[in-house]
């Protein structure tokens, strides 16, 4: 059994305070949790964030790290520095960052590897574009970024891994997909890792994220290979991520 994963990206949004407004209004509704729920605010958030959270359960996440350990990196922030704030989980590879700050697979995979090296845990996301869609190569395409990203994992962290599959033409768009195309890519994304990793497989985790909102969760966390979501926009209200933690698994479908 696979636990479900709830995961916040704040994206660029949020200053230390508001993180701490957010984290006081979200205790207050106590929602029922029925997975690991996790946030990622920005780098400068989490020192005020973390100590809001601290003992709730609610866990730290970071949106991004640099592949080396120290030195001469002007702006980077290492691995030992995110743990030090009481981070657990590392977004790589958001299609923000590889379309705007034009990350490669093979960066990603560098920082993916070292991610393993100090075991933190990394969600990686993936997926393609409209007209990749379009044009019928979304299969392809999210093949190609898994096996490329995943080059040289260190088996014995898969378990630790979570993947995140996000169609970009439905991140902010407010277009998400379907649940039944988020389940079909999630099932194909795990066929995908069964071949390459046996039966480490059934214990990675497949989110789904874009456009995720609280009257489309249940429909998707109903579905047998989408095991959570990675949720933008609908993650900086703190009564609608209440509403996403606490959402109900439809067993008729
Ligand atoms: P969205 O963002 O929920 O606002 O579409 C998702 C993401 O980019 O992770």
Redesign the pocket.
């Given at each position: 059994m696979r636990q479900t994963l709830i995961?916040g990206?704040w994206?660029m949004n949020m200053t230390s305070a508001e993180a701490e407004n957010f984290a006081d209004e979200l205790l207050k509704l106590n929602p029922k949790r029925i997975g690991e729920v996790l946030i990622c605010p920005p780098f400068t958030a989490l020192y005020s964030l973390g100590k809001k959270l601290a003992g709730s359960g609610i866990k730290l996440g970071a949106q991004n790290v640099y592949t080396e350990d120290s030195g001469a990196y002007t702006g980077e922030i290492s691995p030992a520095m995110l743990e030090d704030l009481g981070v657990e989980y590392v977004?790589i590879g958001?299609?923000?960052r590889r379309q705007i700050f034009k990350e490669s697979n093979e960066f990603i995979n560098k920082k993916l590897l070292k991610l393993q090296e100090k075991g933190l845990k990394p969600i990686l996301?993936i997926g393609e574009t409209l007209e990749e869609r379009e044009a019928g190569k979304e299969y392809d395409l999210v093949k190609s970024q898994l096996l490329a990203c995943l080059k040289d994992a260190n088996k014995d962290k898969l378990k630790d891994l979570v993947i995140?599959y996000?169609p970009i033409w439905?991140?902010?768009?407010?277009k998400?997909a379907s649940a039944e195309d988020a389940e079909a890519m999630c099932k194909f994304i795990r066929q995908e890792l069964e071949k390459n990793f046996g039966d480490l497989a059934q214990e990675i985790r497949i989110l789904y994220?874009?456009?995720?909102?609280p009257t489309t969760i249940n429909d998707l966390m109903a579905k047998e290979n989408v095991d959570g979501?990675?949720?933008?926009?609908?993650?900086l209200k703190a009564a609608d991520f209440a509403k996403l933690v606490a959402y109900e698994v439809n067993n008729d479908k």
């Open positions: 995961a990206n994206k977004i958001h299609s923000e996301c995140a996000e439905a991140i902010g768009t407010g998400s994220g874009g456009s995720v909102k979501a990675l949720v933008g926009g609908a993650s």
